[in-house]
């Protein structure tokens, strides 16, 4: 999970983690601050174009490649058809 899916959550430590079961009033439940709610919401959005952006650009990138192993295949394989039709 990237860190930028998870903006508007506080992280817990494993300690705040065993305190959560005894705190029955649920006064441990923090959430990440902003200055006003238009700031909060822009960042987020923003966060999550960025997330969008990093999974667009590892797809386009994935795609290269498989690409490039097909391509090769088929220059080996029109390689291959080639030196057969000579003989």
Request: aromatic share 10%.
């Amino acid at each position: 999970m990237d860190i930028l899916s998870s903006y508007l959550y506080a992280r817990p430590s494993f300690i705040e983690g065993v305190a959560r079961i005894v705190d029955f009033g649920n006064t441990l439940q923090v959430y990440n601050t902003s200055l006003s709610p238009g700031q909060a919401d822009y960042l987020a959005l923003l966060s999550d174009w960025v997330v969008v952006g990093n999974d667009l650009q590892n797809a386009m990138a994935e795609f290269k490649e498989v690409e490039s192993q097909i391509n090769d295949t088929l220059i080996a394989q029109a390689r291959k058809a080639l030196a057969e039709a000579q003989v």
